[in-house]
Each structure stands twice: as C-alpha cells, then as structure tokens.
C-alpha cells in the first residue's frame, strides 16, 4: 500500500528504500500507478510490482505502467476511487465488506454479488488491507501520531489503518505533546515506523 | 451551424448553479465553468482529493505541490476551505451531499446513461478514477461536452456503445448546440445555439428523442 | 438524531427548543437514553418519543427512561455501540450495509443475516439514516464548518453527515477563514443550521 | 480461603501489559488498573468516547464535563493524546488495533465466552454499550472479576447462562483466587493465590476443565 495521490503524499524517500530492499512480486495498491521515472514509476521499472489496485493507471506520464501494462508484465485490478478508498478504510476498521451503488451495472461490477437496498441497487465489495504501508505525512511525535500538509493528506489516514506495519515518512519529529490534541489526523496506535525524510518536504 | 464556444458553454452552466451550492467540477472541459461565476454568487468547490473550498490557479512561482486539483494541477483556497482524507471525500460525494457535479462524457444516452471513462478500445489502458462516484452520488449531474465528435457522429445517443459510467444519472446536458433535460420521455430541449432548429437538432443526434419545452 | 455520550456534546438547548417546538412521536437515535431531568431525559419525559435506537440506555440517572420502558410507553432498539455509529457513518457516507462481527453470535444478532468473510463470523447491519441532527459543536464559521471540544466530539462529526437536515449548537461563530483548513473537523456542506447557544459552552 | 485483594489483582494484571502496549479499561473493576502501572513503563490508555492518552483523575474543582471517560467521569490528558469521532474509535477497536482490553464479566466459560453485558433477568433493562465491540475486536481479552458471586456461585462455569456477549473471545482470566488462560484444552492456571490448591479451585468452580502449567 501506497500512499498519494499522483505525487501529493507519494512517499518517495520510502520506495527508494523498498527498491534498494530488494522485496519482489509485490502487489501495490495505490490510486495512480506511478509518474515519470521516480517513485512508484522507478519500483514499476525496477520490474518488482506483480500486481497493481489502483483508480487512475493512466496519466500523461504514465509510460512506464503503460508499458509493462501493454506487454502483459503487471496485472491490473481496477477499482473506483470512492471503492478504493471504502475498501482500505474497511480493512483498517474491521468491516468485513460493505454495500455501494458506485461501479453498479458497468464493466467493473461483472462477476459482483449485488443487492437492491432501500430501493438503490448496491455492489458487494471487501476489504482490502495489506501488510505494509508506506505513507507521507508532515509532523510525526515519538508515539507515531501524525499530521498532514493540505490535500497530501488524501490517502494516507485510511492505509495507516489498514496495514500490518505502517511506515511514514515525515519532514519533522516533533516533542509528544506539542501536536494538538484536536488535530492529529492519525493517532499513533496506527503507525509503526516513523522516518524523517528531509528532503521529502514539497516547500 | 454556430456553435456556443466553449467559453459560452462554461457561462451558462455557470449561471445555472445557484447561490450556496457545493459543487465538483470534473477533469477538461468542466474546469472552464469555475472562471464564470459571477462575483457575487458563493458557490463552493470540492475537489476528490480531499479539499472543500478550492480557489482560482496559483499565481506563477506560488503552486504547491501539496496543492493540487483531482485533474493534479496547482490550485489556491478560498477562505472557509477544508481538508479531509480520502474515504471522507467520497463518503461526501457517494452519500448524496454535493448538490451539483459537472463531468465531461464521450456519450450521453436519451435515458440519461453517462459513458465517460473508457472507450472499450482492446488497446487502451482503462482508468475510472472517481467518475463513478460522482456520477452516482451527486444529487444532479450535469454533462458537458461537444455536441458531436470530430468525425461528426453524435455524442447524444439512443444507446451508449461505449462502456457505461453509470446508468441512468444525468440530469442535464450541454452542448455546443443546446442545453437538454433528461426526463422520462427523452431529452428535454431547454434551450438551444440561435440558428438551430429542434429538427436540426434531432437530425445530427440521430434521435427522435427530443422535444421542446413545454407551453 | 441527538449528539452526546452522556451529557458531553449533548445539545441541552437545541432539544429545549425542540420541547418547546411540539414535534412528536418522534424515533430517536443518541446513544444514550437520557440523564436525570434535562436535555434528552426531559423530551421523554414530555412523552414526544416513540422509539429510542441506542446503546446503553440504563444508567445511574436514567430513571425517566427506565419508568416509560417499564410501563411500555416507549420502543427500544438496542445497537452495539460501534454498529451504531458504523450504521450512522453509512448512511451519511452512501454506504447501504456492511458486514461485521461485531453482536454475532448474541442475541442482538437474532433475525440478521449472516456470512463468514475470511473465516469469521459477521452479521449483516443497515445504514441508519434520520431526518434531522441535532448536535453540539464548539466554535462554527458562516459555511457551517465545524470544530468540537474534546470528547464532546463523539456522535456528532457523524451524525452531521447522516441527516437531512443538521442543526448544531455552538459556543460562538467565527469569521470565515478563522478555523484552519487543516483542523476542522465537519466540513460545512455537512452542516444546515448554526445557532450560538451561549449557556452551552461547558466551560 | 485467602483471596487477592482488588488492588492486588489489578497489580497484577498491570504486571502483565507490556510496554508501549494501547489498552482500554472497561467499566467497574479494570478501572483500578490504570493506578498500577509502573512509572516506567508507558501504556496508552484508550476510552471508546474519542480519547487516546487517558491520564489520571483530575484534581478536585478541575473536572471537565468535555473530558470524560466512557463510564462518564472526569479525566485528564497525557502528553501525546488525540481525539477521533466515534466512527473512528470504534473503528480502532473493531480493527484489531488494541493489544489488550481488560473486562469485568458476570460469567466466562472455559471455552472462553463471555457475558457481561445481561443477566438477561426479565424487568432488567438492557444495555450493551461498547462491550461486544471491545470484546470481539482487541487483539487481546482480559477479564478481570472475582471468583464468586456473593451467593458464592462461580462465575467461571462450563457453559455461560447469561446472554453472550462475544463466544470464545477471552485470553486470560484474572479473579482473586487465580490467573488463567483459556487454551483449547480448558483453562490454564498460570497462578494462584498463596493457600488455594489445583482442586480446590476446580471444586468451588464446578468444573475439571482446569489444569496446572505444565513442566
């Protein structure tokens, strides 16, 4: 599990060091299947990925998907969004599988068990929980508790929840309590492992 | 015929969403619309990736990149904004809370199916991001596209041949010739180019699934 | 539907004004049934609630609850208290059910539909939805975005998001643009009506 | 017979939450546990109402209606704590994120059920709280209780009476005549109070499902 939403909360510094690790035949699940040459896109090139969960494969710079796509090397499983989202949430909240109108009657719901409920037709969907995730956020204490900068927020709060080790890179470590309260956004029983990756900070 | 530049088009969506509403705007042409609301109507954006209260571009050398737009361009706020995680933003789009979203599509049918995210070529790589949810959460959904395509076949269809987005979840369409309900009957047709007839109109949509406004 | 965990982030004076509005026969959702005198124990007492859907109503102090209960004057439906709040996240999220193993087995599951997901149990719960929000916030902006005050938080972010209509009390509004982005807590499109209840603010 | 004092058992059970651990303390008995850990050892207390970090009681005349505990009375705060809506709490506990929950029970049965929510007497009113959340979603279940009912009948049996609250979800037992883990083969004492023998615990439980560690 992957953080970010293009490059926004992609935590770069931690997939070079999954690339420099050496772990292979991973599936990823992540909303964009990586930009250029660097991040993802480096771990997709380096032939490591087996498998890709993702909304959005396809962007302007998304050659090297594309073409490990076209050439049969990387399976796709593609999932709405909103879906996605839902079903990382699930794993991280307990919740065995849910109910949602999205996808229904399309290409994406075949093969999907399907409900009407209060009247709106709904597909089945399960959660989705990994065994690592590699997360960006902005501050960190000693304890793991986090807070984001802006939209880099997106997915980071929900795969926190739903991994087995959560790993965030962060551009500070602050002193336990100087994060406030009411505004952590992931409080640290979600994360495992904090990283300062200084030049990770995007301003 | 003359066509309503894409401007044109921008403007009257933009003065159809009225005061207060919360609104996405999808990737292309619906990012138009945001340059035309007039000064003095409060409409608020919402934008997939977690922001409640987006505002115009970025002045150049200002962009964060930590700021970005569901299409992934640079954006500002605007007072009163909000940011929230993912599985937040789509509970808000999927549980019926925007009032309005604007989605570009390749084809709309009379029955108001939206196809929008995917051509069904063998060699295309398919990518449905969030145009699913949105097109079945928002309480109206608006379309706006070009009438037609640039080999001049219609993008208002009897029957999407192009794999469905969603079914039945457009409220309204505007195109370059005219601006149409969905109803019940077919395509309500509110308003239109000036020079286009509704015959016209039904001649290059392919469909008799058309009428005019009522009394 | 009325915010709070005991008397912490109850809306004492948005259920007065309910009291003095008349509505009746009314179903509510809180997840307790009222304490002492006040706030909900006394629009149960004025005999304007049919049903009650929580999940603890016996406490020290509920003693108005435990004499209409007693006398069948009022229907209990009783809900684990994370499926309450899941069921009351669905609904405010558009999800119809959801799966969890939370009450299988008990007699809380008794009439739910059953189904073993990744080898455990889970029971089938619905998305609970209401008309109208009553809830207590701590400061609001003109949009309507919320902050809370602690754990006067509980109920309400939810419960905001699963009602036609949502009315929250507040301590104070302040200027648009006052509350970080980063920081609020209920975005505004959630939100209906704001009214200061001056009396409110705990401390 | 000799038995652990309260404060004795929940020395005890403090004894065995390992550093670092997140821990909710239910309603009744558990409470007592948060006043023994060690100064050095740092445990997470978590309260289903939206609160991680629970501290101490707060000094008389500083009690914060806002800032409570999910059996309604007042806390404080450490350093590090963070507030979540109740979604989110009850997610946490659901999860699986908790390491441990410590519980007060009317009955648990050698398999390892629990009931503590019903005595399932007719005029009782019933309430549930966040007991089967707790009970079916921390990585670990501890219940904590005395041995007896004050009628002096075991509420450790073979098959529980009361309504469930979650079957086979508790790991070790605390009372103050012993400590036992449930196993697939009964239940494990692990240790008891000084004076008490393996029979005579079987005998004022009414069961032979219980055994000594072995080796």
């Not at chain 1, 879906?83 to 996808?103: D, H, K, Q, S, V």
Request: charged share 20%; proline share 4%.
């Amino acid at each position: 599990m992957i953080g970010g939403f293009g490059t926004a909360g992609m935590p770069a510094e931690l997939i070079d060091a999954l690339i420099e690790q050496g772990a292979t035949a991973l599936t990823i699940i992540s909303n964009n299947a990586g930009n250029a040459e660097t991040g993802l896109a480096a771990l997709l090139k380096a032939k490591r990925v087996r498998k890709i969960v993702c909304s959005f494969p396809r962007q302007s710079d998304s050659w090297v998907f594309d073409g490990l796509y076209r050439a049969g090397e990387i399976a796709l499983e593609l999932v709405p969004q909103g879906t996605l989202a839902e079903r990382i949430r699930a794993a991280g909240a307990g919740i065995g599988a849910f109910f949602t109108p999205t996808g229904y009657g399309t290409q994406l719901a075949e093969g999907k068990e399907t409900r009407i409920i209060d009247g709106r037709p709904h597909l089945l969907e399960f959660a989705l929980p990994a065994d690592v995730a590699l997360i960006k956020a902005h501050r960190a204490d000693r304890w793991g508790n986090l807070v984001y900068r802006k939209a880099a927020r997106n997915f980071g709060p929900i795969m926190a929840t739903a991994a087995r080790c959560t790993i965030a890179q962060v551009s500070s470590i602050v002193d336990l309590g100087a994060l406030d309260p009411e505004t952590i956004v992931t409080p640290g029983i979600f994360v495992h492992r904090v990283v300062i990756a200084a030049g990770a900070a995007t301003s | 015929m003359t066509r309503w530049t894409r401007d044109e088009m921008a403007s009257r969506v933009a003065r159809d969403i009225p005061e207060g509403a919360y609104v996405n705007l999808g990737i292309g042409l619906p990012t138009l619309v945001a340059n035309h609301f007039s000064k003095d109507r409060e409409v608020i954006l919402h934008s997939e990736n977690g922001i409640l209260g987006v505002g115009p571009s970025p002045a150049v050398g200002t962009e964060d990149p930590d700021l970005i737009n569901a299409s992934k361009e640079p954006v500002t706020l605007v007072k009163g904004a909000a940011f929230f995680h993912h599985a937040d933003s789509f509970g808000m789009m999927r549980g019926g809370h925007l009032d309005v979203c604007v989605l570009g599509a390749f084809q709309v049918s009379v029955a108001g199916d939206l196809a929008n995210w995917h051509t069904g070529q063998l060699d295309a790589i398919p990518a449905v991001g969030g145009a699913m949810d949105l097109a079945s959460g928002a309480k109206q959904v608006f379309v706006m596209m070009e009438h037609l395509t640039r080999n001049g076949e219609s993008k208002i269809v009897e029957r999407c041949t192009y794999p469905l987005t969603c079914a039945a979840c457009v409220n309204r369409i505007y195109t370059d010739l005219a601006v149409m309900n969905v109803t019940s009957e077919g395509l309500e047709v509110i308003d239109m180019c000036s020079g286009v007839s509704l015959d016209e109109l039904k001649r290059v949509s392919g469909t008799s699934r058309m009428f005019g406004r009522a009394g």
